[in-house]
C-alpha cells in the first residue's frame, strides 16, 4: 500500500504548530525551511522525516504546516528572518523575497510569552510589556491555553503541537508540586512563582489536548504531575532538549571507545557560541543546567570505561549562530597506551535545529494519529536528556527510532482501514 | 552456566597463534600484551574479548597462547621489543624485564618468510637470507606447510589459527586462478610468480586446516578458490584489513550524517605515519591499494548522501608509530547551510592494533570450537574490508558481533552439554 | 608635513592598473573592493596600505583606480561578481548593486590573453577563441603592448602598474634565453613557443613602461633578462607569489621555533581547495611547482632547525573558494621531548589577495614615484618566493617593509619639495 | 676574540641557582636536563643560551651550576624525578640512573619554604611542618637569608641567582607598603602577613645580593620598593611569568594581523593540564590572576584590531604535564569577510620551561658581569608580563634580546680587557 493510498487526503492535511519562542532563530528558521521546501526552492536536506524509510509513513506535508506561537519578545518572523539574513546571510535575499508573503501571515498569530521562573538576565532582555505584566500563575496559564483555543478556531485545526523552544531556565530546587497532577494544580491556582514558565506551558497545552515537544533543556513536561495529566488527556509528548551540535558528535563517537574497550581518561569540551542562546547561557545558572547535562549523558554511555569530564560553554558574540566546539578526547589503549581524539565541529545551530522541529511536529503528530499516548521514548535520538529512555547512544536510539517507524507505519495502516 | 561450568578446564586450554609478520611491530605488541596480562602485570584495557558480554564466552586464556610465525626479516620478538621500547617508550624496561623470557621462548618459533608477490620497495628492504632464496611457488607452499606442521607438533597443539599481518602488497590485475581451487592448485603447480604471498599463506593455512585471519589489506583468504577450500577443510577465516585508526573513526562517525539526512559535500583525509607500514605504504601501487580501499568505506555508508572524498597517507618518519589522521568533513543541512567537521587522531598504531589479534585469535578459534565453518562475517567489526558481509556502519556490525556472541555463547554451551 | 601638504593634488590622483587573468576571482575582488570602499560602503580591513604609518605616504587614493586587464576567458567583471555572490554569498547583494556601474565601465577594458606555455589542462578550460588563435611570440607581445598603449591613451594615465595574477604555469627546464636581455628579444622573435605568458607580460610591461608585479609563482619578470630590462627602461618591479594563507602563518611561526632552538622532526601541511587555482593545481606539474616551493620556505627559515617537510595541496570542488589548511608541526624539545602544534587555517583565497592586489598597485607606484628602480626587494613580506631578497621570515620582513616605508616617505616628500 | 680568550676561566666558573619550589616539575627537570647536558649524555635543544649567536658569551657553563632551594613540599630531587619518570616517561630510566648522584647531591641543599599569601587550596597541600610553622614575616625573611647566605659559604659561590618558580599566588589588593622600600621594611617588621612570600623571597634575595628571576605571575620583585632595592644592591632582576606554551605561540602570531591589517573579531583559547600546577589553578582567586594576564597580552599587541577575548585554564588531572591549548581565532578581512585560524598545541610544561630556567640563570648572571643593574627589560622574549618594557610582541622582543646579546658580547669583552 502506498503512502496515498493508506492516507488519500494527505495533501489536505493541515497541523497547527504553536512555537514557544516563536520570534528566536531556531523558529524563525524553522519557518522559513517549512516555506521554502513546501514551494520547492529548497531541497529536504537535514529533515530525518524525508529520510527513505520515514517519509513512507503518511506525515503531514510541510505545506500543512499553520505557524504560531508565544514570545517575550516583540517583533515578527519576517523581521527576525531579514536580521538572521543581514548578520548570518544563511538564507539568500531571493528566497526570502519568495516567501515572504508565508512568513507575513504568521504575525498576527505572534502573542506575548509568559516569564515565571525567568532568569535576572533574561527578564533583563524581555520586551517591556511583558516585564511589565502584572499576573497571577492561573492568569498566565489561562491566558496561554485561549491563545491555544483561538489558535485551533482561527485556523480550524484539529491538532495543535506545541513547540518548546526558549533559551534554557536556571536550574532551581525541585519543587514538590511537581510530584502529582494535583499538587501542581494546587500550586497554580496558589499563585506559586517558582513555578517555571516551561511547565506552565505544557500543562497549559496537555489541558488544551495539544501535543507538546520540549526541544529545551527546561522541566517542560518531563515532571510526574504533567506525565499523569499526559496520560489522563491521551496525548503524546517527547523531549527534552535537542540534540543538534556537540552532544550529538559525542552520542555517536562515545559508543566506540565502550565497543572497542578503550578507556577515556578525561572527555573535555568547550563550547563557543554569540547567539541569544550564548547570552543567556553566560548567566552561570543556567550554564550549569546544561553543562551538567551534557557531562551525564558521556557519563550514561561510558559508565566504567570513563574517568572524567569537563564541559564548558561561553559567549563570544562574533561567532553569532555559529556554534563551534572542541573536544579533546584522552583515552588509554592496550598496555596502558595514551592516545587522543581531537575533533572541531563548526556548525549553525538553527540550520541543525530547525528541521528537528519540523521532524518533531511531524512525528509526534503521526503517533498521536497512531494512537500512542504519553512519552514518546522512541524518538530519544532526538533529544541530548531523552524521556522515559535512560538511553543515550546515538546508533541504539537511531536503530530504535527506525524500529518505532516500522512499527507505526503498521498502525496507521491498521488504522486507515480497507480503502 | 558459569564460563568455569561450560568450559571446565578452559585453563589448561592452549592455541596455536602463528603470525605472518612475526616480527613487525604489531606483533611484538600483541605477544608483550598476552605475556604481560596473562601474568597480571597490566589490564584488559582494549581487548574487546575481554568486555563482560564476551568475557562470559570460552575463549582461551591468553596465558594459553603459543606464538610462532614467518617472517622476511631477521631478528627475534624480544629484540623488537627493545627497539619499540627505545624508539618509543611504549612497555617500560621494568615490564619487558619481567617478561623476558615468554618473548625469548618464541624466537626459535620464527621461521623466513615466502615473498612472492612483494614490491620492489619491500624486496629492498629483506634479509640477504629471504631475498636470495631461490624456490618454486610450490617449494614454497610445502615449506610453510611443514612449518606449521613442526609448530603444531613440538607444542602439542590441537588448533592453530594463521595471523597473517604483513605490509600491504601491491594491487595487481585479478588472476583467474583465483576463481576456483582447482584452477588454484594448478597454478601453483606451474609455478604461477604472480600469486601473492598472502594467498599462498592461506592456501598452506587451510591445507593444514588451521584457521586465517587476514589484518591486511592484501588478497589472503578472500578469493573464490580459498573459500571454497575452506569449507572443504572445514576451518574458518575472517578479515581483511584491520579497522584501528582513521577508518574505525570514519566509520563510526558517517552513520550520523545519514540518521540526520546530513548531505556530506567532501569528505577529506590526510594520514602521516613513520613506522614500516608507512614507509612502504611510501610506495604507490600500495599507497592506491590502501586509500582506494578507505574511500570505498565511506561510499558504502553514505551512499547517496556523499558527494566526493579524498584520502591520502603519507611518510612523515619522525612520526614513527603514531599515525595522526586529520580529517575535514564538509557537509551541507538544511536549508543548504555549509558547516564542517574536523577531528584529528593521535593513536600508536601498534597499540590499537595488537589487541585486536589476541581477539580474533580467540574468537575465530570459538568459532570453530562452535563448529562454524568459512567465512566469519559476523566478526566485520575488526575489519576494514570485512569479507561476506558488505556492511561497513561500524555501530551496525557492532551489534551484529553482539549478537553473534550470544549465539555462539548458546552454541559453545550447548557442546559442551550437560555437565 | 602632512599627507595633503607634500602632495596637495593627492585626490586627482589616477592610476592605471592592468590585471593578467582580470576575470579571475581574485581580481574581481580586488575591483568589487576598490569600488566599494573608495564609495564608502566598505572599510578598509586588510589594506596593508591602510596602516597608520603606511597611509601617512602619498599613496594614490582607490578613487583614482582605473581598472583593465588581460584574459583567456570570456566574460566580464560583473559577471564574475554576480559568480562570486552566487557560490559563496561573500559580498552581499545590495553591496554589489550599489557599485555595478563601477564593474561594467571596466568591461571594454577587458582584452584577450596570451596563452604561451599553458598546460594541456589549462588549455582545455580557455575559451574556443583564445585557444584557437594563432600569432606568433613577437605578435602576441605586440597585441599585449598595444592593448597596454590603448589603455594609457584612452584612460589619460601616467602611469600603469600591470599585476600578473594567472594560474600557476607548469614547471619547465631553464630557456637558456632567459640569462640576458638580446638572447630574449632574439627568442621572442625567433618565435620560441616555449617562453611562458607570464615572461611574456612582464617582457610587454617593461617596453611600455609600466610596472609590473608577479603575485603567482609563474616566472614572470624575475629572469635576469627582465631585470636587465626593468632597469633600462627604470620601471619598478616585485614579485613572486602572493603570500596569504598556510606560507604567511608558517613564515610566521617557523622563527619562534629557532628563537627557542626547538628542532623541528617534521613539518607536514596539507591544502585543500575548490577554486579554478585549486583545479589547475591538480594538473601534477603546477602542483609541483607550487609545492616544492613551500617547502623550500620553510627550510629556509628553520635551517640546522629543520629535518623533514611536506607539503600537499589537493583539489576539493566543494570548498569552492575556501582554502583550509591543516598543518602538523612535530617539534623536539628539552631533553629529545616530543611535542606537537597543530593549525587549521579556514581562508578565503580571493578576499586575503585581493587587497593585497591593491596594496601592490599603491605601493609600486610609491616606489617609482620616489625614484626607485628595479626590484623592490623590500616588498618581500608581500611574497612566497621574494625576489631580490632571500629571506623568508615573515617578522623580518615586516620590519624591513615598516623600514622601507618611512625611507620612501622621506624621498618622497624631498621630492615634493618645500611648500 | 673568542669566548675562550675574553674569559679564559670560563670552565672553572661556577654560580649558584638557588630555585624557590625546588621541588617542583620544572626545577627538577632543569636540574635534570643540567645534569644530563654537562655530562654530554644528551643535547642542548631547547636551550636559547645555546643558539649559535648566544653562546659566544661568557656564559656560564651548564657543569658549573650549583643548585639549591626552598620548597613547601618535602622530598627531594632524585624521588620528583623519579616519579615523573614513571608518570610520563620523560626521561628514560638510563639516563636518570647515570645523574643519579648529582640529582642526590642536592637534597641536603633544599630548604623549607615560606607561605605568606598562599592560598586556602595551596595550604592545604602542603607538608605538615611547614603549614604548622609559626614564624613573623621578618624571621620569615631572616630565615631566607640565612638559607642563602650557609648556601655561598658552604659551595663557595661567588654570585647567586635566586629563580622563583613556585605555584602562582592568588592576586590580591596592592599593598600600599609596595610603594618604597622603607615602608615596605616598616611592613616586614610590623609582621604584615598580606605580603606575598614571592615578595619576602626577593626582598630577602636582594639584601644578600643575589639576583632575582621571577618566572611566576606572582608580584615577586616588580613592585616599586624592590625595584628601589635592586639597583640600592646594584643586582640585576628579570621577570615576570615564564612564557611557554600557549602565551608564546599568541604572541608570535597576534602581530601578523597587525601587519596584514585583519581585524580579530575575537579570540578565545582554553587550556587543559594536571599537573600541580593546574591544581592551584583549579582555585578561582588563582585562575583570574593567570587568565586576565593572557588577555591583557593579546590586547597590548593587538589594540585596535581586537574586539573580544577569552582565556580558560582547567584542570585535567590524565593529561598529566602536557598543557593542551586549543585556540579559536575569528578574524575579518577584506569587505568584511569572516575567516578563522585555529591552533593545538600539545607541549610539555616542564619540558618548555626548564631550559629557560637555565637560560635566565646564565643570562642574568651574565647582565651582572657586564654591569648592569636593576630590571633587564631586554629579556622580554622570556616572560608573559615583561617587567620594565611593555611590549608583549614575541618576534619585537625577540629583536631586543639580540640586540642586547650583541651588546652585553661587546661590553664583557672591554672588562676582559686585553689579554
Redesign the interface.
Known amino acids: 500500500m502506498t503512502r496515498e493510498e493508506y492516507l488519500p487526503n494527505l495533501d489536505q492535511k493541515r497541523l497547527g504548530v504553536w512555537i514557544i519562542g516563536a520570534l528566536g532563530d531556531v523558529a524563525t ?1 524553522s519557518m ?2 517549512a516555506a ?1 521546501i513546501a514551494r520547492g526552492l ?7 522525516s ?2 527513505e524509510e520515514i517519509r513512507k509513513l503518511p506525515l503531514t506535508p510541510l505545506s500543512g504546516f499553520v505557524f504560531g506561537g508565544h514570545d517575550v519578545r516583540t517583533g515578527n518572523p519576517w523581521e527576525t528572518a531579514l536580521r538572521l539574513e543581514n548578520e548570518l ?5 531571493p ?1 526570502l523575497e519568495q516567501i515572504q508573503d508565508s512568513l507575513e501571515e504568521i504575525a498576527p498569530r505572534i502573542r506575548p510569552g509568559i516569564i515565571q521562573g525567568a532568569s535576572g538576565l533574561m527578564q533583563s532582555m524581555l520586551s517591556h510589556d511583558v516585564a511589565s505584566r502584572q499576573e497571577s500563575v492561573e492568569q498566565a496559564v489561562e491566558r496561554v491555553r485561549k491563545d491555544l483555543r483561538d489558535f485551533a478556531e482561527q485556523e480550524d485545526l484539529e491538532s495543535i503541537v506545541v513547540i518548546h523552544l526558549t533559551s534554557t531556565e536556571p536550574s532551581r530546587p525541585w519543587n514538590p508540586s511537581f510530584d502529582s497532577l494535583s499538587q501542581l494544580r494546587q500550586a497554580i491556582s496558589s499563585n506559586d512563582q517558582t513555578i517555571p514558565a516551561s511547565v506552565l506551558y505544557a500543562f497549559a497545552a496537555f489541558e488544551e489536548s495539544a501535543s507538546f515537544v520540549n526541544f529545551t533543556p527546561s522541566l517542560g513536561s518531563s515532571i510526574p504531575a504533567l506525565q499523569e495529566l499526559a496520560k489522563e488527556k491521551a496525548v503524546c509528548h517527547a523531549g527534552k532538549d535537542g540534540k543538534t551540535g556537540e552532544t ?2 559525542r552520542t ?2 562515545a ?2 571507545f ?6 577515556v ?2 572527555w ?1 569540551g ?1 563550547n ?1 557560541l554569540g547567539n541569544r542562546d550564548g547570552k543567556i547561557l553566560s548567566d552561570p545558572s543556567a550554564n550549569d543546567a546544561k553543562t551538567s547535562g551534557k557531562d551525564a549523558v558521556l557519563r550514561s554511555i561510558l559508565g566504567s570505561h570513563i ?2 569530564s ?1 564541559t ?1 560553554i ?1 559567549y ?4 553569532k549562530d555559529w556554534k ?1 566546539a ?1 573536544d ?1 578526547i ?1 583515552f ?6 595514551k ?10 545551530d538553527s ?2 535545529a ?2 528537528l522541529i519540523l521532524d518533531l511536529a511531524r512525528l509526534v503528530q503521526a503517533g498521536r494519529d497512531a494512537g500512542r499516548v504519553g512519552m514518546l521514548s522512541e524518538l530519544a ?1 532526538f533529544f541530548k536528556d531523552p524521556m522515559g529512555w535512560n538511553e543515550n547512544s ?3 536510539q ?2 530504535k527510532f527506525e524500529e518505532f517507524a516500522r512499527e507505526l507505519g503498521t498502525e496507521l495502516a491498521a488504522k486507515a482501514g480497507p480503502q
Open positions: 528558521t522559513v525551511g521554502a529548497r531541497g529536504t536536506t537535514g529533515l530525518v524525508e529520510l546571510r544563511c538564507f539568500g535575499m528566497l550529538l558528535v555517536m563517537l559508543p566506540m565502550v565497543a572497542r574497550n578503550l578507556h581518561l578525561s573535555s568547550f563557543v574517568d572524567d569537563l564548558r561561553d563570544v558574540p562574533s561567532l563551534t572542541w579533546l584522552h588509554e589503549g592496550f598496555l596502558g597506551t592516545m587522543t581524539l581531537q575533533f572541531t565541529w563548526q556548525g549553525a540550520a541543525l530547525a528541521p535520538c546515538f546508533p541504539v537511531v536503530a
